[in-house]
């Protein structure tokens, strides 16, 4: 985190103008010395910059120089993003647009869920970060939401429900996006939920395409045929259950796990649920 943090105030060279950012640029990420663009820097998520201006010997004269308030009380896993001068960073509760050479706010835009949401998510009230391409900033909300704002004045451009949070979902996750579509992943496994990823339109927020990560019956992956159908968390069998598993079961809904056969968990006590995901391309 701290070197994406070095790095991000190194890109603030350029002149202040968001524009549209493209698939080529994402692909080159990694390599990418004026900007950080993606998740992890690039698409092997290296989180590692080439740049070699601060290193062992200078990295002791590093003094702060400008500081931004969140003005959020929860925790903090943001990866900040860079693009022509512009630092884009998000919270559980907004997203931020910071000149990355002032510290100055260029917009914020706040992002609104039902109270009882916190009360639901599995892994904790925060966001992961945002994804740029073609002039937007695309991340997802505690609520399971999909949400696309204008780079530029931090105006929401279309937004979409990805699942019911009630079932036990959340999404967290910083968007990826390759070869033109914006893919996301929800949380909510610690729950019995069976969790996918999914493909988006980044103009419309049309939704594309959504892949299980664990298989259902009949499909390629199921390695026993045996279906686990207790209330367990996600994981390791055996566990009490979560309030969303026992409503899926009041509702006749109970999440489909395959077991493994011989996986124990370290105590030799347990089975194990373990998802079996096929690699495939972007575009399904």
């Known amino acids: 985190m701290k070197q994406l943090l070095v790095a991000a105030a190194l890109a603030a060279l350029l002149p ?10 994402l692909a080159k990420g990694a390599s990418d010395t004026k900007s950080v663009l993606n998740y992890g820097m690039g698409y092997n998520l290296q989180r590692f910059s080439p740049l070699t201006q601060i290193n062992k010997e200078t990295v002791k004269k590093l003094v702060p120089v400008w500081s931004y308030s969140y003005d959020d009380n929860r925790s903090e896993e943001s990866q900040p993003l860079v693009y022509k001068g512009v630092l884009y960073v998000t919270t559980n509760s907004a997203t931020m647009a910071v000149d990355a050479k002032t510290g100055k706010q260029i917009w914020k835009t706040k992002v609104e869920y039902p109270p009882e ?14 994804a740029l391409y073609d002039g937007k900033v695309f991340r997802t909300t505690l609520d399971a939401n999909v949400i696309a704002l204008d780079a530029k004045t931090g105006k929401e451009l279309w937004r979409q429900n990805a699942i019911n949070f009630k ?3 959340s999404m967290t996750v910083a968007p990826l996006v390759a070869d033109g579509v914006v893919i996301t992943g929800v949380s909510g496994a610690e729950f019995g939920t069976r969790l996918f990823i999914d493909g988006w339109e980044p103009q419309t927020g049309k939704h594309l395409w959504r892949t299980y990560t664990v298989p259902s019956e009949g499909e390629p992956g199921v390695l026993d045929h ?4 207790s209330g367990a968390a996600y994981g390791l069998l055996g566990h009490r ?3 969303a598993v026992q409503r899926r079961r009041a509702q006749g809904r109970q999440p489909l796990y395959r077991l493994r056969a011989g996986a124990r968990s370290p105590d030799g006590q347990d089975q194990m649920a373990l998802p079996v995901l096929a690699q495939r391309s972007f575009r399904l």
């Open 16 to 25: 202040l103008a968001a524009q549209a950012q493209t698939a080529q640029q």
């Open 117 to 130: 949401t916190p009360r639901i998510v599995c892994c904790g009230i925060i966001n992961r970060g945002a």
């Open 167 to 169: 079932d036990g979902y």
């Open 226 to 229: 045996r279906l686990v159908r």
């Open 241 to 243: 259950q979560s309030r």
